[in-house]
């Protein structure tokens, strides 16, 4: 019974998976969260709160908050934190490594919107995803503003969907990091945006200040030939690991 409905799953471009950790992105996140005893989620990068919305379906009670630069997607995001009284999003900003304003370029999926230049790579796999606008927007270090939620208590977890800004984001936030139990960055396989560091050095440098890879999970793929082009990694603190 249960080969006849993948079958029949499948012949309808559906894909069934038992929820667990070593077969369900959602429940390996949870898994992650759950490990790290995580109280506190910065959700960075957070579009129209879809991260944030994930992880509380699957499990998540405690307190989120949300950084977005762009206007729309925040009126969005707003609308969706304002139900949940333990979810906050912090003043329109971009996350970087100065505190002052940066233009933004915004993606016609919204969620491809980056401070850098986009690449044909990333443009010919996903058209919509091509530059319809800017924003000029403040932008903010992380370490500059962690510490208006943080308190003693804090097991911190950080999640970072920048767009090719990742390498920035980790300049701005020595300090915080060093407080984190576990970051969710994205990596890219291949450049994609003009400018942006490449897996292997955001790998590298979590690597030298105490974190490792715990799970990858697969992201941003080209619907046509179904090349990876983008991955979740999921980092938790040595500590953690004891390793």
């Not at 984190?180 to 440098?205: F, H, K, T």
């Amino acid at each position: 019974m249960k080969s006849f409905i993948r079958r029949v799953a499948n012949s309808l471009g559906i894909e069934i998976t038992r929820y667990c950790p070593s077969s369900s992105a959602a429940a390996q996140l949870a898994k992650a969260l759950e490990i790290s005893n995580t109280n506190l989620i910065f959700d960075i990068g957070a579009n129209e709160g879809q991260f944030a919305r994930q992880v509380r379906r699957h499990g998540y009670r405690d307190k989120i908050v949300s950084f977005e630069p762009l206007s729309t997607a925040r009126e969005r995001l707003l609308a969706f934190s304002a139900l949940d009284s333990a979810w906050e999003v912090h003043e329109r900003s971009a996350v970087g490594d100065y505190d002052g304003e940066v233009k933004i370029n915004v993606a016609g999926n919204s969620v491809s919107s980056s401070i850098l230049p986009m690449l044909e790579s990333h443009a010919s796999a996903a058209p919509r995803s091509a530059y319809v606008g800017s924003e000029y927007v403040p932008i903010v270090r992380l370490d500059s503003v962690a510490s208006r939620y943080l308190t003693p208590e804090s097991k911190l977890f950080v999640k970072i969907d920048t767009q090719g800004f990742e390498w920035q984001v980790l300049d701005g936030a020595p300090e915080t990091l060093s407080k984190a139990q576990g970051v969710l960055c994205e990596i890219s396989l291949i450049p994609l945006y003009d400018g942006q560091m490449m897996w292997q050095d955001i790998v590298n440098r979590l690597d030298a200040t105490g974190f490792r890879i715990w799970a990858l999970q697969q992201g941003f793929t080209n619907p046509s030939t179904g090349q990876c082009l983008q991955m979740d990694a999921i980092y938790l603190h040595n500590d953690i690991l004891r390793v």
